[in-house]
């Protein structure tokens, strides 16, 4: 298999493309969008360790903490504590079907637009909350953002990016979603300290940072010439296809484009092609994809961070000292990932990362275990240290495995025709269950306590003889030619590529069109 910054593998064409500035700053503004999402997970796991802003909205949850009658695992388990931290993703994932259809029919630069002005809206709520209502309605409106912008930007992303640097260029999108979680991490530590109890406010309103950031982003990118063309601005599209590739000479890629565009022009209903047979692939792989995502166990660690690390017992000031910790390894790790994922490949690291992911839940459980015990505050200083580093060894492979490539790869393996419609699955799925692990997660660490890592640790096994075997590597493949390159050639998926007939094991030679050697060898897939 081709490897680094070669021509692609497979006999394939690699289009001329320079790394244009254009390319890049477009990439950087629009990945912003990543920067209000992190912000929005990172951020209630300090609010909702805040006595001020549990006393004025949560006083069951206040009174609990004071009095310290609860097990240590059950003491912030509460549902509408929880339903703070989870009714953005409720609205998220519903505001995605929306979005699917502004990405395709406005365009995915208008999608990011409507996405920061939810983000605004949300903001204001939130920094002015008077009450619950208040409170909850603006998680509604950041959801609403949030549903927009991680349906258009790895979209975006994925698109305007030359193929060779493809992952790298869509992994901005999680950079900034693991340095917004950072950001709010910070920001907590800080207003932690805020004397008036009114630090919190100041902790929902600097969203206001990334939210306008996203909205001017989107206000000077130029849209995506897949979109201009799928929206029949041909002329556009190819102007905009010589200045982001820098060259005159974008023909064999304008008419991949064109003939894309066309077959998706023939989809009248989206949703519905995407259940078709020949779909069925890339739809199991996104949906498969988010679900692991979330089932690794890191939003626990990201949401609730400071609350996990008061529950071992670091107190208040420690345990926010901690979750920045983390928060750095995460952005840190991400960056290993944009050098290596069009170098190694996505398979690659979602193996290894699974190995160190299992491995370091295990022993965190095995720790937890035999140290913390229901009501003392007992883990001795160097346990807690080795419970951090574990905690950062989970993290960074999270950070250049699952985290960047679960959006990336389901961005780049739909066709034109149901990218907008698979995205917006993906987003919803990933929201999701991202709800719910939110939802569950403190109920859950009162109820298995330590052995939430061990059930956390089985699905990372389960997702890991998955990528071995079902998930096809898809590095330096021109983004519209996913089908003949990638899924014809599956040992497995090949059997749905059937273009003439829905008949089970009928495959047809898909060779043909695009005049690729097809040559099948299942190694060069597994
Ligand atoms: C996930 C989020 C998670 C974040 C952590 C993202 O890829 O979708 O749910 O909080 O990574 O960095």
């Not at 069925?280 to 690794?296: C, G, M, N, S, W």
């Not at 690390?309 to 208040?316: D, K, Q």
């Not at 190694?344 to 095995?366: H, K, N, P």
């Not at 997702?463 to 040992?491: A, C, D, G, Y």
């Amino acid at each position: 298999m081709a490897g680094g910054f070669g021509p692609t593998g497979g006999g394939g064409t690699e289009f001329e493309a320079k790394i244009t500035p254009i390319v890049i700053i477009s990439c950087i503004m629009a990945a912003t969008g990543g920067l209000m999402f992190g912000y929005d997970v990172g951020v209630s796991g300090g609010v909702t360790s805040m006595p001020a802003f549990l006393k004025k909205f949560f006083p069951v949850v206040y009174e609990k903490t004071q009095e310290d009658k609860d097990s240590n695992y059950c003491k912030y388990d509460n549902q509408n504590l929880q339903l703070f931290t989870s009714s953005l993703y409720l609205a998220g994932l519903t505001a995605t079907f929306f979005a699917s259809y502004t990405t395709r029919k406005l365009g995915r630069r208008l999608t990011m637009l409507i996405a920061g002005v939810f983000f605004i809206i949300g903001t204001a709520f939130n920094a002015a909350a008077q009450d619950l209502a208040m409170l909850i309605v603006g998680r509604i409106m950041l959801g609403c953002g949030v549903g927009f912008a991680n349906q258009a930007v790895p979209v975006f992303l994925s698109e305007i990016a030359p193929t060779r640097i493809r992952g790298g260029l869509n992994i901005l999108f999680q950079l900034n979603v693991t340095i917004g979680i950072l950001f709010a991490n910070l920001v907590n530590y800080g207003t932690a300290k805020i004397k008036g109890g009114w630090g919190w406010r100041v902790s929902l309103g600097l969203a206001g940072i990334p939210a306008g950031l996203l909205t001017l982003g989107a206000l000077f990118v130029v849209d995506t010439p897949n979109s201009l063309i799928e929206r029949g601005h041909l002329d556009e599209g190819k102007a905009v296809l010589k200045r982001i590739r820098g060259t005159d000479n974008v023909e064999p890629e304008y008419l991949e484009l064109v003939e894309a565009s066309r077959v998706a022009k023939e989809v009248k209903h989206p949703f519905r092609n995407l259940l078709k047979r020949r779909n069925r692939p890339q739809l199991i792989i996104a949906v498969a994809l988010q679900i692991f995502q979330q089932f690794t166990g890191i939003n626990a660690i990201m949401f609730y961070a400071p609350v996990l690390f008061n529950t071992l017992g670091f107190g208040g000031d420690a345990s926010l000292y901690s979750a920045v910790i983390t928060g750095a390894v995460n952005v840190l790790s991400t960056i290993v990932s944009i050098y290596s994922v069009d170098k190694v490949g996505r398979r690659m690291l979602l193996l290894e990362a699974g190995v160190q992911m299992f491995l370091s839940q295990v022993v965190i459980a095995i720790i937890l275990g035999i140290k913390v015990k229901d009501h003392s505050d007992n883990l001795e200083k160097g346990f807690a240290v080795f419970v951090v580093v574990l905690v950062c060894t989970f993290v960074s492979s999270f950070a250049w495995s699952w985290g960047p490539l679960g959006w990336l790869i389901p961005s780049e393996t739909f066709p034109l025709e149901t990218r907008s419609a698979g995205q917006s699955v993906t987003v919803c799925v990933n929201l999701l269950f991202t709800f719910v692990i939110a939802q569950a997660f403190l109920s859950m660490l009162c109820h298995f306590k330590f052995g939430i890592f061990l059930f956390f640790s089985g699905w990372v096994f389960i997702m890991s003889v998955f990528v071995l075997f079902l998930l096809p590597e898809t590095k330096n493949i021109p983004i519209e030619e996913m089908t003949e390159r990638v899924w014809k050639r599956h040992w497995l998926w090949k059997r749905f590529m059937d273009d003439d007939y829905d008949n089970v094991g009928a495959v047809t030679n898909g060779e043909k069109k695009n005049g690729v050697n097809n040559g099948f060898d299942p190694s060069s897939q597994l």
